[in-house]
């Protein structure tokens, strides 16, 4: 049987006794250090740090698809409110041979409605949205409050006009018939 390298420096008298049990304490010592945790070596500093790199990324990037996916959420609760609005307060569209125009991105639709529901549209009292690829009519309060939420499906919403007489205004004589469409 072969003999230890310690053995052999022992025996060659390279090494004394008391020189190979002081090495024996020292290594035994740090075996156990380094079981505690008490003594970190250079490769385990780098691996700690590196996966404590990991871990953060980790967090990072969980934390990002969270947000994402709570953006979701709440996008999808936003689209069930504007939902909800327009099915409860649409108004029938009533029939009509009045053309109204107006654009679906950017498409030019027209939709034959009543005179009393052009007025109406004209006058900022009534809204067209887009719901499920039909087109329904609200209310201008309805609307607005859709519009807070999401602007895009609000298609049609006239600002009211109140008739303001403008002193200056070189056409204030000439007065717009009420037939005239476009």
């Not at 049990?21 to 740090?49: F, I, Y």
């Amino acid at each position: 049987m072969a003999k230890s390298l310690q053995e052999q420096l022992l025996g060659a008298g390279l090494v004394d006794k008391k020189k190979v049990n002081k090495l024996k304490a020292e290594k035994l010592q740090h075996k156990q250090k380094v079981k505690k945790g008490k003594v970190v070596d250079q490769s385990d500093a780098q691996r700690q740090a590196e996966l404590k790199r990991q871990r953060e990324e980790k967090a990072a990037k969980d934390k990002a698809l969270n947000l994402e996916r709570q953006r979701e959420l709440e996008q999808k609760a936003i689209q069930g409110q504007i939902r909800q609005m327009i099915m409860q307060n649409r108004i029938n569209k009533q029939d009509g041979d009045i053309a109204y125009h107006f654009t679906d991105h950017k498409k030019v639709k027209k939709l034959y409605i009543s005179q009393g529901m052009h007025d109406d549209l004209t006058k900022g009292r009534l809204a067209i949205v887009a719901l499920d690829g039909a087109y329904e009519f609200i209310p201008e309060p309805v609307a607005v409050k859709i519009s807070e939420r999401d602007a895009e499906c609000i298609l049609v919403c006239n600002n009211r006009v109140d008739t303001v007489e403008d002193e200056e205004d070189p056409y204030a004589d000439f007065q717009i018939p009420d037939d005239l469409m476009w």
